[in-house]
């Protein structure tokens, strides 16, 4: 097993033995679902920061809760974006949904990605994490928080508060509508958008049956003005229709971007006559042009 895994597993394995112990604070209502999910994304937007094309995905999720707890999702993401066309990225998620009392609930969970060989997102540098949320319900709206812990080549944390409130529709015995209005913040630290890549160059021969001269090219990304910095807000009001086993959804979500996040990158060429090093301003797109955003997602479930 490669050790990038045992790490993942041992960051992991904490959660399952916790909720083995805390199950009993779960409510003895709660049953045992599968569900699957297919989902529509306009565009891909992280942390209020979009490309200069868009990425639009469909989502395919297999989802499983456990009555005690535990549950686990496995999606697949199909990039839609014309050329592009193909799976461009895999998340597995692993967690425990925790409640205590009448007001204090919230999620322990690990993630880890798995990216195509062409992909080029925005946090396509994040490989794995690990995250817990508390949430306090004031009966009125619900006051949420969520702590995350990426890993890159450095580990970012992120910081999510926001409040949101469900509110149910008039409706029938078959059938209920809901919208679920919400704001939210991301505070973080951008170590995901550092990065360090060696790779060899193939030179020229020199004559017949001679070795072909080779190079190294070193390229090491690091970000200025390093801080724990708020990313950005999102506005959304979701609409939720459910009838039987069916759920469907829409999100629209408007999201404001804060503090541009720029990038340095030195590139080093070394081979036996030498080296060469050359630096350049590589703030990505989405950081030269900051703007407020307005994306949207639809999605179908169908629980068993």
Do not use: C
Not at 84 to 112: A, H, P, V
Not at 131 to 148: C, K, M, P, R
Not at 187 to 194: C, M, Q
Not at 203 to 220: C, D, E
């Amino acid at each position: 097993m490669s050790s990038p895994m045992i790490k993942y597993l041992s960051l992991v394995l904490p959660f399952f033995i916790v909720s083995n112990l805390q199950a009993q604070t779960k409510k003895s209502s709660d049953s045992t679902t599968f569900s699957i999910q297919a989902e529509y994304l306009s565009d891909y937007i992280y942390n209020g920061r979009a490309d200069s094309i868009k990425y639009p995905y469909q989502t395919t999720t297999a989802s499983l809760y456990l009555a005690n707890g535990l549950f686990s999702n496995f999606s697949a993401s199909y990039l839609l974006t014309p050329g592009m066309k193909g799976f461009d990225f895999f998340e597995l998620n692993l967690g425990y949904e925790y409640k205590i009392g009448k007001k204090i609930y919230g999620e322990l969970y690990g993630s880890k990605y798995f990216y195509a060989g062409g992909a080029n997102l925005i946090n396509g540098n994040i490989s794995s994490d690990i995250g817990v949320s508390l949430n306090y319900d004031f009966v009125y709206f619900q006051f949420n928080n969520v702590v995350d812990v990426f890993f890159t080549n450095k580990a970012d944390i992120q910081f999510t508060p926001g409040i949101e409130k469900t509110i149910y529709l008039p409706s029938s015995n078959k059938s209920s509508w809901s919208i679920n209005p919400y704001v939210y913040s991301n505070f973080s630290s951008v170590n995901y958008y550092e990065s360090n890549v060696t790779r060899r160059l193939n030179g020229m021969r020199r004559g017949p049956g001679a070795n072909a001269i080779t190079s190294q090219l070193t390229s090491t990304t690091v970000v200025q003005d390093k801080g724990f910095k708020l990313l950005n807000t999102d506005f959304s009001i979701p609409l939720s229709y459910e009838y039987s086993h069916w759920l469907a959804t829409f999100t629209p979500t408007y999201t404001m971007p804060f503090n541009k996040i720029e990038t340095i990158t030195t590139n080093t060429v070394t081979s036996a006559t030498g080296s060469t090093t050359t630096k350049i301003n590589s703030t990505p797109y989405s950081e030269l042009h900051l703007k407020n955003q307005f994306y949207f997602q639809i999605g179908v479930t169908y629980k068993f």
